[in-house]
């Protein structure tokens, strides 16, 4: 058995007098059933979470969340105060983490928050528990 393993037997034993390494080899079986649907959805996932990492694309998401509409570049830039070249960047990584669309109309560029990230920055909202 490895370390791993022995711990985990360890631990069964203590919850259950009768654990056998049959049992052992159940639960870890158990456990990694459980990931099963991780590798799938795994980079997206820490995609999204990344790109809301970063100060300025959080800025940018939280605004286009709170405005819950359409937004030209030149509105957003202002607005959370970084140069043009930084919101353009900023902007194109949301856009490829799937937490923004855009849509160009002659030479302007809009912006609007997917319901993924309404999704992630309300759950942020609900989980800091001070409703801001």
Do not use: F, N
Not at 61 to 90: F, K, M, N, Q, Y
């Amino acid at each position: 058995m490895s370390q791993e393993t022995d711990r985990l037997r360890r631990y069964m034993t203590q919850q259950v007098e009768d654990c056998c390494a049959a049992d052992v080899e159940a639960r870890i079986e158990t456990l990694r059933g459980y990931q099963s649907g991780v590798g799938a959805t795994l980079d997206g996932d820490l995609a999204a979470l990344k790109t809301l990492g970063d100060e300025t694309r959080h800025r940018i998401a939280r605004l286009l969340v709170t405005a819950g509409e359409e937004l030209c570049v030149c509105e957003i830039t202002p607005a959370v105060d970084v140069s043009d070249s930084a919101t353009s960047h900023a902007l194109s990584d949301l856009h490829d983490a799937g937490l923004v669309t855009r849509r160009k109309e002659g030479r302007w560029r809009h912006y609007e928050a997917t319901p993924r990230a309404e999704a992630l920055l309300g759950a942020l909202d609900e989980t800091r528990g001070d409703g801001r």
